[in-house]
């Protein structure tokens, strides 16, 4: 594909390969990102390319920390460039350069997503990132970016801004909803962050009607287990009952009803009756 270049590149930054491979945080180029924004802007102008940044480790080692989409750029669309404009900064350890990344593509500005920003702040070791990855491996759940994996790498994948939440909020009962769907669920690769919000409302819910939680685990897991026969885990979302912004409660609610139903076929004694927690339902939003 011809296209126009205009400018020159930038003047007085030192210039380094084309092929200057990634920092480990950094996110994987998405090559349709590129050839989209040529197909719009119809030109490749150096003054919009700017520079990139590079980090030198101690044994003189460089390695690309921003800019990975405008390298992919030149080197698809310029194959003759073989350098291009950059800052290099020097560093001590890959730990900074992830650190670096995700502030500088994460927090300082939004261009890369939660979990591609979580996974550079566990790879920088930072305490707080550290800490919820304690939390994942507890609930069998990882989180990927590239080829990184962090949390138990064996568990299931999940977005970490709804876990993040749900951990911050109540420790024990995400837990406990977590290793309810790993045992029902436990062919599926990921977590539907949706029944997990519920199945922990309904936890939850449970234990404030005074009522003990564990009592009635097993009954709900079978109801479940039944449930995933003709129900995949995405699908129960409960869409036609949902209220915006409360997912939590109308998902807890379509289980409840449910298992409810379940209970009565199976001559099983329920917890309590479906107008309790349709009362929590109904009033929820009301007073946002």
Excluded at 17 to 36: E, G, H, I, M, Y
Excluded at 98 to 122: D, M, P
Excluded at 129 to 142: I, M, P, S, T, Y
Excluded at 197 to 203: M, N, P, Q, R, T
Aim: glycine content about 6%.
């Amino acid at each position: 594909m011809e296209i126009t270049i205009k400018g020159q590149p930038v003047q007085g930054a030192t210039m380094v390969s084309v092929d200057t491979l990634p920092v480990k945080a950094q996110r994987p180029v998405r090559p349709t990102n590129v050839d989209n924004y040529i197909k719009e802007v119809g030109e490749f102008d150096w003054n919009l390319f700017g520079v990139v940044l590079n980090v030198q480790y101690p044994n003189g080692q460089q390695r690309n920390v921003d800019g990975g989409h405008r390298l992919d750029m030149v080197k698809r669309y310029l194959p003759d460039v073989t350098e291009v404009p950059a800052i290099i900064l020097p560093i001590e350890d890959e730990e900074e350069a992830s650190t670096l990344f995700h502030r500088l593509n994460g927090t300082c500005s939004k261009s890369v997503n939660n979990e591609e920003k979580f996974v550079a702040q566990v790879l920088g070791k930072e305490a707080g990132a550290l800490k919820l990855e304690k939390g994942l491996k507890e609930c069998k759940a990882k989180v990927t970016s590239a080829d990184n994996v962090v949390g138990d790498p064996k568990g299931k994948t999940i977005k970490i801004a709804k876990w993040k939440i749900f951990w911050k909020n109540d420790k024990e009962a995400t837990k406990n909803a977590c290793e309810i769907i790993n045992d029902v669920f436990h062919r599926d690769g990921h977590y539907n962050v949706m029944l997990l919000e519920g199945v922990i409302k309904l936890i939850q819910i449970t234990n404030s009607f005074q009522l003990d939680w564990e009592k009635y685990e097993t009954l709900f897991v079978d109801f479940l287990h039944t449930k995933s026969q003709t129900v995949e885990q995405n699908k129960l979302t409960y869409n036609h009952i949902r209220k915006d912004n409360h997912y939590g409660i109308s998902v807890a609610y379509g289980l409840y009803c449910d298992w409810y139903d379940w209970c009565k076929i199976n001559n099983k004694r329920a917890p309590y009756a479906k107008r309790n927690i349709a009362e929590l339902y109904n009033k929820a939003g009301l007073q946002d």
